[in-house]
């Protein structure tokens, strides 16, 4: 194809045909970007872990604590 016959399809093709594959990009760049934008907040607003000092826990967290532990030493985990 020369020179020429290129500048002749360009004037026959519809501009949304021109524009779509970078529209497409730009919608698959963005949907990415927002997912880990929001699992990035979702990290930051929810922790995985929180370290507490075993006497720092009421009556209710050592119940919990307890039942916690028993239920891992009757799966055969270490606990």
């Not at 990009?25 to 507490?52: E, F, N, Q």
């Amino acid at each position: 194809m020369t020179t020429n016959s290129l500048a002749e399809y360009a004037d026959r093709v519809p501009q949304a045909l021109v524009y779509s594959p970078a529209v497409a990009v730009g919608l698959v760049a963005a949907v990415a970007g927002g997912s880990r934008l929001v699992r990035w907040v979702d990290d930051r607003r929810h922790p995985l872990a929180v370290y507490v000092d075993e006497d720092d826990l009421d009556p209710y967290g050592k119940a919990l604590l307890a039942r916690v532990r028993a239920q891992r030493l009757a799966r055969g985990e270490v606990c």
